[in-house]
C-alpha cells in the first residue's frame, strides 16, 4: 500500500526559531519520487522540492533543507530561523510508478508568531 | 508565464443541485489533474487526463462527478447532484507530461459549500 504520514497535524513556533517537519512513507516500488508542497492561505499549493529514490543527498535551499532517509522511509523539512511568511500547511507527497499518481500527506499546519 | 487558472473561486449551492467547475492550465502542459481537498485533509485526486484522453479516474465518483478536456486543453468537472459531503476545494493542476519526475503546478481551487 502507498501511503504518506505527516503525524504533526499543527506546530506553533516563535519567529526566528527553526522548526522541522515530520514525513512517513510507505511504498513497495523501488522508483519513486517524494515531493513537499507549501499551501498559504490563498489555497495555491506551491511546489517547494522534487526528490528521486535513488538520490538521498540532503538538499538546502537558503532557510529550506531536506533530510531524505530510505532506511527509516523519511523525508522531513527542516525550516530555519522560521519568519512570519513561513506561516502555511505543508504537504509531503509521493508519486509512485504504478499510475504515476500522486499521493498527499493530511499535512501539517505551521504557526510563526511574531 | 501565466499559471493556471480555475473559475469560480467560490461557489454554494444546495444539496441535489449541479454544478461545474473550470480549469486552464500552463500552456503547453499535456496532463490535467482535478483533486479534491476536503477540510483538514490533503488532496485527493480524482482525476487524470493525457491531453484529452483519461489516464486514471479511479477515485472519481463517476455517479454523480464528471469530467472533460475536449481538445486537450481546458477542462471541466461536474456534480450532479452535490451531496453535503462533497463541500471542499476542487483543485486543477497541469504539468508538462504524465512521467514520474513533473512536479504538478496547481491552481487556486474552487471551494465548493454544499448546504
Known amino acids: 500500500a502507498q501511503k504518506v504520514t505527516q503525524a504533526q497535524t499543527e506546530i506553533s513556533v516563535v519567529e526566528k526559531e527553526d522548526v522541522t517537519l515530520d514525513c512517513v512513507y510507505e511504498?513497495?516500488?523501488?522508483?519513486?519520487?517524494l515531493f513537499w508542497y507549501k499551501q498559504p492561505p490563498s489555497g495555491e499549493l506551491v511546489f517547494l522540492i522534487r526528490r528521486n529514490s535513488f538520490d538521498e543527498q540532503n538538499e538546502i535551499s537558503g532557510r529550506y533543507s531536506w533530510n531524505f532517509q530510505k532506511s527509516t522511509s523519511s523525508f522531513n523539512f527542516t525550516i530555519t530561523a522560521s519568519q512570519v511568511v513561513d506561516s502555511a500547511v505543508y504537504f509531503c507527497?509521493?508519486?509512485?510508478?504504478?499510475?504515476?499518481?500522486?499521493?498527499f500527506g493530511a499535512g501539517t499546519r505551521l504557526f510563526v508568531k511574531a | 508565464e501565466a499559471g493556471v487558472a480555475q473559475s469560480p473561486r467560490y461557489k454554494i449551492i444546495e444539496k441535489r443541485q449541479s454544478v461545474a467547475f473550470w480549469c486552464n492550465p500552463i500552456?503547453?502542459?499535456?496532463?490535467l489533474y482535478w483533486y479534491q481537498q476536503i477540510l483538514g485533509q490533503g488532496p485527493k485526486l480524482l482525476i487524470q487526463f493525457q491531453n484529452n484522453g483519461v489516464v486514471d479516474d479511479s477515485q472519481l465518483p463517476k455517479d454523480r462527478f464528471s469530467a472533460e478536456r475536449l481538445k486537450g486543453v481546458d477542462s471541466t468537472l461536474k456534480i450532479q447532484p452535490a451531496k453535503l459531503e462533497d463541500s471542499a476545494v476542487y483543485l486543477c493542476?497541469?504539468?508538462?507530461?504524465?512521467?514520474?519526475?513533473?512536479?504538478?503546478?496547481f491552481g487556486p481551487g474552487t471551494r465548493l459549500t454544499v448546504t
Open positions: 493542476a497541469s504539468s508538462e507530461t504524465g512521467t514520474l519526475s513533473y512536479e504538478q503546478y
Open positions: 511504498t513497495r516500488d523501488t522508483t519513486y519520487y
Open positions: 507527497a509521493l508519486r509512485h510508478t504504478g499510475g504515476f499518481k500522486t499521493i
Open positions: 500552456s503547453g502542459h499535456a496532463t
